[in-house]
């Protein structure tokens, strides 16, 4: 199994991932595409998940081979669905109850600390906890912002997108955490062989 194949079957599944839970929002009328091409989308909602998480996979697969002085340990599947829970459920809430924003970033930030009182994250995890709410959402903000994109039913704290959307985005970090490490992990082992 080399990189450029992993980076691919990451960059197909993050198309067909993504695109399904942004079905939440489209569904629920949390957003809406000014174009939408299929099933309520537009055409490019696939590729940007794609790349997005392509791009990420590239970046720690990089890190590891220069930096990674050892091999990562693999995380539990029980923990890795554990975590794709807490951020289906997060997920969930936003699009079910996104009429109410305060009301969900509340219940997202008490989600949130829970998960970090009860795991104690390492430093990398709530570095990318960070940089994803930042990041996410400034992308989401200036994507939002062009013509012709998508808009957000109910926006908030001067923004053109929802005032829980960097919390959303703090949920996806240990999954995607969790999920680089064992990329990484077997990446790594499969190279020594």
């Known amino acids: 199994m080399n990189r450029a194949w992993i980076i ?11 695109a399904t839970l942004d079905q939440i929002h ?12 299929l099933l309520g989308q537009a055409w490019w909602v696939p590729l940007q998940f794609g790349f997005a998480f392509a791009g990420l996979c590239a ?30 459920a997060a997920y969930a809430i936003t699009g079910l109850l996104h009429q ?4 969900v970033a509340a219940i997202l930030g008490v989600m949130l600390a829970i998960r970090i009182v009860s795991v104690r994250p390492d430093a990398p995890t709530v570095r990318i906890i960070f940089f994803l ?10 994507v939002s912002s ?28 240990p999954l995607l955490r969790t999920f680089m490490k064992n990329v990484t992990a077997q990446l790594t082992v499969a190279s020594a062989r």
């Open 59 to 88: 970046f720690a697969l990089e890190v590891q081979r220069r930096f990674g002085s050892r091999t990562p340990p693999m995380t539990a599947t029980s923990r890795v669905v554990q975590q794709a829970t807490w951020f289906l």
């Open 8 to 18: 691919t079957v990451v960059f197909a599944a993050s198309c067909i991932v993504g």
């Open 133 to 142: 709410a930042a990041a996410g959402t400034l992308y989401e903000a200036a």
């Open 146 to 173: 062009l013509p012709e994109t998508f808009d957000y039913a109910v926006t908030g704290a001067g923004m053109p997108v929802p005032v829980w959307l960097p919390l959303l985005y703090a949920h996806g970090a």
């Open 26 to 37: 489209v569904r629920s009328g949390a957003l809406a595409y000014d174009h939408p091409w």
């Open 100 to 103: 109410r924003p305060w009301t």
